[in-house]
Each structure stands twice: as structure tokens, then as C-alpha cells.
DNA sequence: CTCGATAAATGGAACGTTCCAATAAATCAA
DNA sequence: TTGATTTATTGGAACGTTCCATTTATCGAG
């Protein structure tokens, strides 16, 4: 019952009167090998319960098959989106990824990617916990292994990027929040080491600098990344004497929080106070009310990492251009109607 | 940039002036090595840019400490936090598990599992593929890797659970309908393939039973275990001429699906029909209205999955026992108050 | 048939580690 | 100092595979 004797590569050979060698070349699809000489190998393997060491192959090849994903929050649909996308181009090559979760936690972070660089992965792609440090990498480029990031990215880092268009998706919510009427606008959510929320805030300004709407008139606050901050996020805005009318916020998770936010102030988005997300998750469109959002095809994403990354293995690079996707506005309940009476309170 | 030659455990020894025996007790931690040669030996390994191959160790080392876990829906909040439990479980142990998904196909589930086992996990959590073939795990359990089930079994199969007590769960919950007034009461979602919802259709029918409801006013509805399949569910079950005025779902995303089906129908959860989700996700609280749902902690299950394995691992044997977690009903909004008129329908 | 060419199969070394048995160095008791 | 003991270190075989260089079988042509 316990402690199995491990078949070989040796035994399946002895069970069907053949060399090792041939057994390899057989497990290999070698074309080399007769059919019916294949044919008595492969049933031989059937027959033994053989389970292929694919360390020990390693070992003498170059190349392995794995290719490792390290994602910052599983818990997130939207990077589960990431993963899965990924997986579904993976899938098509014959590589079967392994992920693993950092919980946006820097050491677990260095842990998991040190497991993966000694099971030998033959690239990565990584989405970087909040806080990574800027060396983090070292180790995985001097190691000459292919990486690429999604969705985020590190300061100062020659790391190919897979990611949306932050920007231009920050401003496009912006000028639909400026174009419904409202004149004091806030950004909710998000930490200030994420690069990304550096690229979101920009758009946004440059939406309300476009309207000649200035700083005075723009608050932005700091947060967690999800409900329980986009709550805070909230009640931080009301609280002053001039409170914004409308809200872009870092994600969505922000977003359903700040709309929770809103309810418990006896106030409703889309009536009293606009609100639109980013990410465009699936609850955004099923939320009461649906949410405005910014779509970004995570999925879409995630094909795109995977495929950068087999290039990259194929062709023995490290190096790889970014791809920045294209991004729309959806425009759903959240925002309401066009509302002059907010122009009114331009300050 | 391309190309490294890969620094081994003989480039230390010479650079550290050492043997490579010596390196390698260091790396294990052994008390045997004197500590300033320790000292010399790590500096070594930090200088040149080693990178450990546990490949080639798994290959002369009896065991591996790689850990599978292999998921059935990533994109199911429900199944990340399971994933998101087990990993805390296994941090603290010192092991690095490796998710994958299988998105529910069981061609998928097979070649990630062989993948696995080639890899030389040591031990394996899964949360079976929906339609999964008796013998699919034929080939792990030959090979004498330790497997835990989680969430999910299979039919007829030796392998230890960890999963919720489904039937309390489901007849906790058709009581609450019952002692709400409901007399003709409905079950939405999931494929009559999963063990699963054979355990949650028992506890309610168990419920019904108890409160003197006959088959006649009970109704089962299969289908997809997401919010499509719950609002497939409620069309059907409006269209009937004695419509249910109560459901329990397979899921809380089937009950969300179902909520959004009443919308459609301008009807409301909570006010004109009683909804119950089973899972309580993150989402159910937040929902308009609030879900009531049976909480079952996920990441708890998961936690205990992974001890499972650990100590499965440890002691060398492929049996333990199974694990039922308790449950509790979650009252929110989504099933509205005692309501007698609901009494009268009775056939 | 025999020879040369081609196709099919094979033995052995190598990959990077661990671990045992053995050696070398340090320590101690006499 | 010497041997006995303990403490540190080391060489070499082994793990299961691949791949190169060979050997052996098969086939066609003369």
C-alpha cells in the first residue's frame, strides 16, 4: 500500500524487450522507432503504472515545460479572470501552468518565486504584490528566465508589461463624469506605490485639466483596494465642507464599496452622487445599480501574457515589447442622468 | 544576456574552497558544518547567482515538497478562498503549493493531474471537475501519492473529504423557508451529476418531508451552478401554473442569478418570493437585497484540507478520514418576513 | 548473394543533487 | 606525546532521464 518501488524508464524497457533508450525515444513521439516496436512500448507502459520523472528529464534537457504565474490576489475575480485567460492560451501549446498566490505580501512573494525558479520553470508570469521592492527580481533575471508582467508594474524595471491602457481608461471615466455636469470631482482608492494608480490618477487629471477643472476642485484619496476602502474612501469625501458630486474610483471593489458607502448615508448612486469603477468585473453589470465601469478584458490580458512569455522561451529572450490594451467605458446606472444643477455648484 | 551557463553546487564548492558535500549539508541546514565554514559557503552561494534545482535533489531524495492543488473554477470567489485557506495552511508548514485550474472540463483535469504527478508532488488537494470519470484517479492512487478531496467527492472512491455537512446545510435552510409561511417550495440549480447536490437535495427533502410537504408542491429544476443557471431556473419556475413561492439554490451565484430572473419578472426577493443561497460568498452580504445563504468557510475547509494532507504526507499512508465542517444559516433580507398569506396557497 | 545504404535499436556518459562510508582534523584523557 | 574519541569534511555511487556515437537489422540494387 505504501512506499511504491517508482517504476523506470528501465522496467517499462525489461517488460517490453527493448532498450531504455528506445523506451525514451517512444515517449519522446520519436519517428525513429518502428510502430509495432512503439505500439509493445506504449502498452507496456499502460501495463506498469509508470509516471513519467519529468525532474530527472530536466536534469539532462535544457528546457522544462512549466511555466509558473504569480498572482498578487486569487481572491479578486479579476486577476481569477487574469489566470484563467492565461491558462486558456497555456492550454493550446501544451504547457500546463502552475499558480500560485502572494496574498500581496512582498516575502510570500520572493518565497514563491524562489520555489518556482528551483523547480525550474522555463518562464513567469507575475503580477506584483503592492510593495514589491525594486530588486525583487535580480534573482529571476540573472537566472536568465523569461518574465513577464500583467497588469501592474515596478518603477524602474525592463520587465516586458502586459497591462490596460490606465490612462486613457481614467480619462474616458473622467469626462463622462465631467460631462454629466459635475464640476467637483474626486479619486478614490488604491495605495500610492502602485505604479497603476499613479497612471490612473494622471488620466483623470488630464480629463479635469482638459475642463479647466483645477486642483482646488480635485481630492483624492488613499485606500485598501477593495469594499472596506472604498467605504473609508466615502466617508472621508463627506465629511468635508465641500464634498465632491461624483467619484472615479481605483477598481471596482472600490466601487461596490463606496456605493455601500453612499446607501448607509441614506444616499444612492446614480441619484445623488455619481460613481464609476475600473476593471469592469461581471458584478459590475448585475450591481443595484449597475456600475459604470472601465472594461479591460483581463482574459484577453492574460492570452497575451502567455503568448509573450512562449515567445520569449521560444526565442531564447529576455526581452519583449510591452502591450498596452485598449480599454472602454461602459456606461451603465451609476452616473445617472445628465445633471446641470451640479454645474451650479461649481466652486 | 542569453544563455547562462547555471552556476551548480560544484561552482560554489570552488569558490568557497570547500567540497561539494560540504555545500550541500550547508544548504540542508545540517548542525554538522562548522559555522564559519557555513558562513563562507553562504557568502559563496550569494556571489555567484546559484539558483537551487530541487529537480535534480527529488531525484536522489526520497520525497518532494511541491504540493498540487487542483481547482475546478478559479473564476468561483467560493473556490479561491478554498485556495486561499489551504495556502495558509501549507505557508506555515514551509511548502509551496501549485494551483491549477481545470475550469470544470475533465479532459483538463486529466492532464493536469499527470502533469502534477510527473512533477513529483507529494501530496494533492482537488476539488473534482464536474462529470469526472470513476476512474480518473486511478493513476494517482497507483502511484501512491496521498489525495485529499476537497468541496466535492466522487461517487464511489476510498479518497478522504473535506467538505462542508451539505445535507444540514440544505435542510437548515428549506426549515427556514418552511417557518417563513412557504408551502410549495422549489430547489434551483446544478447538474444531477454532482454528489454535491444529491447531499442538498436530501437535506431538503428531509425539511419538506418533516413539515408534511408532499413531492406534488416541491419542484427541481437542474442547471448551470452560475447566475445564468439560476435565472434559467426562475423562468422556468414562473411559468408553471402552481409556481413555487420559496427556492433554495445549489449556490449563492444561482440564487443571485435567481434574484436578477424576479427583477426581470418585476418581482422582488424578499417581498413576492423567498430566495436562499448556500455558500455565503463575500457578495451575499453586500447584495440588495441581502442574500440569505448557508455559510459554510471556505478557507476553513481549506486550512483543514491541507493539514489533512500534511499529516497524510508525513505518516505515509493514502487514508485518513473524512472531515464534515459544520454550517450555519445566515438570515438576511432575501427571504422577508413570516408571511401567513403564504400559508393559504397550500394545494 | 553480397555490398552499400538506410533504418532501427542500443550502450554509456552526463545532468545536479544526496548520502553513505571513509578520511582528515580537532579534542581530550592518560 | 599518543592513542582514542569526537567532530568536520570529503569522494564516489546513485537517482531517472536524454542524446550522441555505435552497433545491428533491413532493404534494394547489382
Aim: aromatic share 6%.
Amino acid at each position: 500500500m505504501a512506499s511504491r518501488p517508482k517504476t523506470t524508464i528501465l522496467d517499462i524497457a525489461r517488460a517490453a524487450g527493448v532498450s531504455k533508450s528506445t523506451v525514451s525515444l517512444v515517449l519522446q513521439g520519436s519517428g525513429l522507432i518502428r510502430p509495432d516496436t512503439a505500439g509493445k512500448v506504449r502498452k507496456a507502459i499502460e501495463d506498469v503504472g509508470y509516471v513519467y520523472n519529468r525532474g530527472a528529464a530536466n536534469l539532462r534537457k535544457a528546457q522544462s515545460n512549466v511555466i509558473g504565474m504569480v498572482v498578487n490576489d486569487l481572491t479578486n475575480p479579476f486577476y481569477a479572470e487574469l489566470a484563467v485567460g492565461m491558462e486558456r492560451a497555456f492550454q493550446s501549446a501544451g504547457v500546463v501552468p502552475f499558480i500560485a498566490n502572494t496574498a500581496e505580501n512582498p516575502i510570500r512573494q520572493e518565497e514563491v518565486l524562489k520555489s518556482m525558479l528551483e523547480q525550474g520553470v522555463a518562464g513567469l508570469i507575475v503580477s506584483p504584490a503592492r510593495g514589491t521592492r525594486p530588486d525583487a527580481f535580480r534573482r529571476v533575471e540573472t537566472a536568465g528566465v523569461p518574465v513577464v508582467f500583467a497588469m501592474r508594474r515596478l518603477p524602474e524595471s525592463r520587465i516586458p508589461v502586459v497591462a490596460p491602457d490606465n490612462h486613457r481608461g481614467a480619462f474616458l471615466a473622467a469626462r463622462h463624469l465631467i460631462g454629466k455636469g459635475h464640476r467637483r470631482l474626486a479619486f478614490f482608492g488604491g495605495s500610492a506605490d502602485l505604479v497603476v494608480r499613479h497612471e490612473r490618477l494622471e488620466g483623470f487629471r488630464e480629463a479635469c485639466c482638459e475642463a479647466g477643472i483645477g486642483e482646488a476642485d480635485i481630492q483624492v484619496f488613499e485606500s485598501e483596494t477593495n469594499r472596506k476602502g472604498g467605504m473609508a474612501c466615502l466617508d472621508m469625501a463627506l465629511t468635508g465642507d465641500m464634498s465632491p458630486t461624483a467619484a472615479l474610483c481605483f477598481n471596482d471593489a472600490v466601487a461596490f464599496g463606496a456605493m455601500l458607502g453612499l446607501r448607509r448615508h441614506g444616499l444612492e448612486a446614480g441619484r445623488d452622487f455619481a460613481v464609476v469603477g475600473f476593471d469592469d468585473v461581471d458584478e459590475a453589470q448585475h450591481y443595484m445599480p449597475a456600475l459604470t465601469s472601465i472594461a479591460v478584458d483581463p482574459a484577453g490580458l492574460g492570452e497575451r501574457a502567455a503568448h509573450a512569455v512562449l515567445k520569449m522561451i521560444q526565442s531564447r529572450t529576455t526581452r519583449a515589447e510591452d502591450h498596452i490594451g485598449s480599454v472602454s467605458l461602459m456606461v451603465r446606472e451609476s452616473c445617472g442622468p445628465y445633471r446641470p444643477e451640479m454645474e451650479g455648484t461649481f466652486a
